[in-house]
């Protein structure tokens, strides 16, 4: 019996490949699942994690908690700052010069740099950091 080129779809081929082991047919399944007989059980049974690397993702999960607490009250920071000067710094020159005082009551930011107004600044700063930081503040 010759082997015809272009086998019969009913005919049970074997396949050649090394990858197969079973032979195709319509009948077999499309998926194969491993036999358990042969399945090794430490391959099967998951991994537990080592508490180090339990350690290693808590530091991390808490790291990345300050940091999405702590970065927007860190960014309200400078223009909360900017506003507490700027009054600082109108005052000052509503006393002592207002030619400074600009349209819309506004100094311009190199005018506020003097030791007089940086000083009340600083003190207002560190009493509001206090408050901030107080229990029930």
Not at 79 to 98: A, W
């Amino acid at each position: 019996m010759s082997k015809s080129l272009f086998p019969s779809p009913f005919q049970r081929r074997r396949s050649s490949s090394a990858f197969s082991q079973h032979s195709t047919s319509e009948r077999s399944p499309l998926l194969s699942f491993p036999n358990p007989a042969t399945v090794n059980d430490a391959a099967s049974t998951p991994k537990r994690p080592t508490a180090s690397s339990l350690h290693n993702r808590v530091v991390i999960i808490l790291v990345l908690l300050v940091i999405a607490i702590d970065l927007p009250a860190y960014f309200q920071s400078v223009p909360r700052v900017r506003l507490l000067e700027g009054i600082y710094c109108k005052n000052y020159y509503l006393e002592h010069d207002p030619s400074v005082i600009g349209p819309g009551g506004m100094v311009p930011e190199a005018y506020c740099k003097l030791n007089s107004i940086q000083k009340e600044l600083a003190l207002l700063r560190g009493w509001l950091t206090f408050f901030d930081y107080a229990p029930g503040g």
